[in-house]
């Protein structure tokens, strides 16, 4: 079976913040006044006019820069890059372009300049509006930092604004949670994402656990009320994390989740692309900003490029579009990964009978809400 070259969009990574928070595990540096901005903004452009031959022509469909925290660059930084991927690639004209904003690096006017500069899509980090629950998560802005960011974006002309909000966070009760809903829901952002704290390996979280989060029961009842909360808002969930109103669901993100290929500019950034002999190959950029920076602007560096066999491509697909409320069809699954979803047709059938996922009438299969529950059983059990 042949693939079909699928959706194309393009990953920037703007590595540094003013200070790394316990709980991350992005590649992310702290910066202060010494970040090399000048010289990585100029690594970006070479990158950007080295991936165009990986492109290939084919049309991009959306742009994200994401960190590391994007907002510490200036706006004529950030116009710059923009420029430079529309002069390099063949950027679509209605691509969408996010950018991650956290609000306490944003001053008044940044995202105004922002907007200016070509990001039409704003991604808010306000992980709480509960000055106790920042504080515990190590974050450098207070609730008043978030509300004057959405009313910055808004006066700034965004009609496509995302929200971030985390739960079961150190010491936060259910009300707690409940609040930061009601709050966002007041504001009425077009898409708000909704993730729960893990503690991931590499993070200092990890290392020294909290001694107070809620424990797995408080978290279940925490995502199931604030999750009702937010469809009873009028937000539609379409990914386990991902709430938006019609016609604003990310698309960028919708191309991860839907296995689609994605090009990979700055410190540690991935790419994904997929040849016409449809063979899979990913490859990565140096994680450290500062040998990206020698490698890139000394034309030394070539990425290694990675074939997935079919075996990987069949779970990396599935772990991906387990993620979507919608679920995936039998056509999708073979048109993105050229098998047929026979080969995945017995740990199929054993997570249907345990109740982790169904199939529907026209033959889409979609994880139950006990699916979504344990949602990582449910994408584990399709592992090579």
């Known amino acids: 079976m042949k693939f079909e070259v699928p959706p194309l969009s393009l990953y920037i990574h703007l590595p540094w913040c003013v200070r ?30 080295n991936e165009a031959g990986r492109a290939d022509g084919r049309s991009v469909e959306s742009i994200f820069l994401g960190g590391g925290t994007p907002s510490l660059f200036a706006p004529e930084e950030i116009e710059q890059i923009i420029d430079a991927a529309k002069n390099d690639l063949n950027v679509a004209a209605d691509c969408e372009i996010t950018m991650e904003a956290n609000p306490g690096t944003v001053e008044r006017g940044d995202l105004a300049g922002f907007q200016r500069a070509g990001v039409n899509r704003i991604s808010l980090g306000a992980q709480s509006f509960n000055n ?22 808004c006066a700034a002309g965004f009609d496509s604004i995302n929200i971030d909000l985390m739960f079961a966070l150190p010491g936060q009760s259910l009300q707690v949670a409940i609040e930061d809903i009601q709050q966002v829901c007041a504001l009425k952002p077009p898409h708000v994402s909704y993730y729960q704290l893990t503690l991931e390996p590499n993070t200092v979280f990890f290392k020294r656990p909290p001694g107070n989060l809620p424990d797995d029961d408080l978290s279940w009842e925490i995502q199931e009320h604030c999750h009702r909360l937010l469809r009873d808002a009028g937000y539609q969930q379409y990914e386990i994390s991902a709430f938006a109103t019609e016609g604003h669901r990310c698309r960028h993100n919708l191309n991860y989740w839907t296995f689609g290929d994605y090009l990979a500019v700055g410190a540690g950034a991935h790419g994904k692309i997929t040849g016409l002999d449809g063979v899979i190959r990913r490859y990565q950029k140096p994680a450290h900003p500062l040998t990206y920076i020698e490698l890139i602007l000394g034309g030394t560096f070539k990425p290694l490029m990675q074939a997935l066999n079919a075996e990987d491509a069949g779970f990396e697909y599935l772990l991906n579009a387990l993620r979507l409320s919608a679920g995936f069809s039998e056509s999708a699954f073979s048109r993105s990964t050229g098998l047929k979803l026979a080969a995945i047709g017995e740990p199929l059938a054993k997570a249907k009978a345990d109740g982790l996922i169904k199939e529907s009438a026209n033959g889409v299969w979609q994880p139950t809400p006990l699916g979504f529950r344990f949602l990582d059983d449910l994408q584990t059990r399709f592992l090579p």
């Open 20 to 49: 790394k928070c316990p709980y991350c595990d992005f590649n992310s540096h702290t910066a202060g006044d010494a970040a090399p901005r000048s010289r990585y903004v100029a690594a970006i452009l070479d990158d950007l006019a």
């Open 132 to 153: 106790e629950m920042l504080r515990a998560l190590g974050r450098i802005h207070d609730a008043a930092d978030s509300l004057a960011a959405f009313d910055d974006a």
